[in-house]
């Protein structure tokens, strides 16, 4: 049987409990035998041999009542002026925390949904507590070891990615992991792209996976923004402001000059591409590039990665801030 029916386990779930009316006992032996869904999903998708919630074409449905079937696995409470402006709950069916908590990694088919609410504070018994309200957006990893779709634009780096909104939970509504998703888990990258120490679930051993220092967690801060801070500079207008620049870097990927390639160093941890011989400060760098970054790095090349050799050759970086915000723009399509 290659494809799961999901019809003919309700049907032989039916059957079960009529054979549970009949005689009690012959339903325990069937039960033990025959592990009954624990989640349906909400959504179109139709299941494969390969997992529940995604079908033969790799489209992942959304699967529901997740905080009643599945195990919690962490909380993140994201901080704004003081305050915490959103909560992100985690969970996963339990049977992959438990092939985690036992091999340290993800089984393939394993599943986890990232479920974002806006949060709302008031004076507790307990101090300043902020409790989760409406529901954002659903965020979705399916572990894929096998290198499964690879014509569909959101599967790869081992696993499938997905987002539906609250508002429409019919339709999955990212087109592309690359630009959708990798780029803010690059700080995850070590851990198989996840923010494994954020889950108490997966056991004790995630917790040396967490940020070392206020340094690496900024970095990764750092990276995380940048891909929901809207570039709002004008790329056309940048691309002539890119000229400064072009005397020691080029945008073909590999072409190094004084400077190295900017090719695909959006996203990238800085002093990384391959075959270009960086200075040690910028090799030992945790900047990631970001809109955010670049520009902070533009506006004070000596200050933003002290040490680093573009401040000998190019100190004045770029000052007008409309030029800057005009550049950065240009270099976040450019530089992908
Ligand atoms: C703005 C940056 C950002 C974007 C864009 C982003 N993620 Fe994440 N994601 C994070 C961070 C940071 C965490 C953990 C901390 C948190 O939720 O605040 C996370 C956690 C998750 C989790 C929980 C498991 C884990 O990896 O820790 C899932 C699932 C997830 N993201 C899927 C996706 C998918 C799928 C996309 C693209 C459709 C995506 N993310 C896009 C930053 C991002
Ligand atoms: C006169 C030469 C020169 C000019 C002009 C110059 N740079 Fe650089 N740039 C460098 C050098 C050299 C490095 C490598 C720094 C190191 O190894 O410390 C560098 C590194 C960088 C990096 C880091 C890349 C990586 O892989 O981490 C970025 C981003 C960058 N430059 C952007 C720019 C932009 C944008 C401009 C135009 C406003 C510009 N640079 C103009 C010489 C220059």
Known sequence: MRRLNLFS????????????????????????QTPAPTNEPASFVSASAYSRYVDDEGNISLPKDI?????????????????????????APKED??????????ADGAIM???????????????????AEDIQVWFIMVKDTQGRFTDNPLWGDGWGWALYEGKDTTKQVAT????????????????????????????????????????????????MTSMAADASGDAMAGEEVFARCASCHSLTPGQHSVGPSLAGFVGRKAGAAEGYNYSSAMAASDVVWSAETLDTHLADVPG??????????????VQDPEERANLV??????GK
């Open 9 to 32: 386990i309700a049907s032989l779930t039916a059957l079960l409990t009529l054979a549970a009316s009949c005689s009690q006992e012959a339903s325990m032996q069937a039960e033990a």
């Open 304 to 317: 933003f990665i002290p040490g680093n050799r573009m401040a000998t050759f190019f100190p004045g970086g």
């Open 176 to 223: 592309d992991y690359k630009k959708d998703c990798l780029g803010c888990h690059i700080p995850a990258k070590d851990t198989d792209w996840t923010y494994v120490y954020g889950y108490p679930a997966l056991g004790a051993d995630v917790a040396q996976f967490a940020p070392q220092d206020v340094e690496a967690a900024s970095a990764a801060a750092a990276a």
């Open 67 to 91: 905080a009643m079937d599945w195990a919690h696995m962490g909380s993140w409470a994201v901080a704004k002026d003081g305050g915490v402006e959103g909560l992100h709950n985690v969970y």
């Open 113 to 131: 949904v990232k479920e974002v609410r806006t949060a709302r504070g008031a004076a507790h018994t307990t101090g300043d507590a902020h409790w």
């Open 329 to 334: 723009a240009y270099l976040m399509e450019a």
């Open 97 to 106: 925390i438990e092939h985690f908590r036992s091999t340290g990694d993800f």
